[in-house]
């Protein structure tokens, strides 16, 4: 590897907010931040030698297997945010990345943690990071301040308050031809109405990808309400779970 690893533990990108990027209110919705997320961990990859496109050569790629996040106040629309990510941890088969989104003020937009793999593209297997990635370790930069990590959710919703399925078209797979991780987010906040979004607001969620989803297969959606302020997500493929999730709510005042 060419580059000086010590020179891109932290990586740092802007974005402003366009408006096909905000809710009805005029804010940053949250898959499109999610977008801001992947896109910052992607160029990232880019500057340590260790992209998408270099990966695909050796019949590898990354996949995400969880995500938490903890959301503040979101910006509006011509505004600017900057994502910051880093390396916080790794093992030998999983990379934890962290990022911080901070507004034009330099308030804090969210916080974010990560899990990442490297698989073989044909075993859908993990591999060894230090064997594909030289010197990953030497990345792991510790915060300050510990971001709160994702949680393994492992509940299993037998009573569900809204349900719903869904068929996997051309526009929800992404450049791995599965199922793009922020249209999993999309289609949970899409089982709930207007009404809900206008009295509630998610403060925290945690994501968990178990399962690829591909092309054409017919995915079901349920959602439960164990606590007042909690909803938690099942997906599933022909009876398997594929994706769990779980949202802290608040009123909104």
């Known amino acids: 590897m060419e580059k000086k690893l010590e020179m891109v533990k932290v990586f740092n990108n802007k974005y402003r907010i366009n408006y096909n990027d905000s809710d009805y209110t005029g804010k940053l919705s949250i898959p499109k931040l999610g977008n801001y997320i992947l896109d910052t961990a992607g ?3 880019i500057e340590l030698g260790i992209s998408m496109q270099t990966l695909a050569e050796q019949g590898l790629t990354w996949v995400m297997s969880g995500l938490h996040f903890e959301f503040f106040d979101m910006p509006r629309v011509n505004q600017e945010v900057l994502v910051t990510t880093k390396i916080s941890d790794c093992s030998k088969i999983a990379c934890k990345r962290d990022f911080i989104v901070t507004g034009p003020n330099n308030e804090k937009i ?3 943690s990560s899990e990442w793999l490297i698989i073989n593209t044909l075993t859908r297997r993990p591999v060894f990071l230090n064997e594909v990635f030289p010197g990953v370790f030497d990345l792991i930069e510790n ?11 492992r509940f299993s919703i037998q009573n569900p308050k809204m349900s719903a399925t869904r068929k996997i078209t051309y526009s929800f ?9 922020m249209k999993y987010l999309e289609m949970t906040l899409d089982m709930f109405d207007l009404d809900f979004f206008k009295n509630n607001k998610i403060k925290k969620a945690d994501v968990n990808f178990i399962k690829e989803v591909l092309y054409n297969q017919q995915i079901e959606i349920n959602i439960q309400n164990p606590e007042p302020e909690i909803f938690q997500t099942e997906m599933t493929v022909e009876g398997k779970c594929v994706f769990r999730a779980e949202f802290e709510t608040s009123k909104i005042i």
């Open 43 to 45: 160029l990232h990859a």
């Open 143 to 153: 915060n300050e301040k510990e971001i709160e990590k994702y949680k393994h959710l």
């Open 173 to 181: 797979i992404d450049i791995n031809t599965h199922l793009y991780s």
């Open 110 to 112: 969210a916080e974010v």
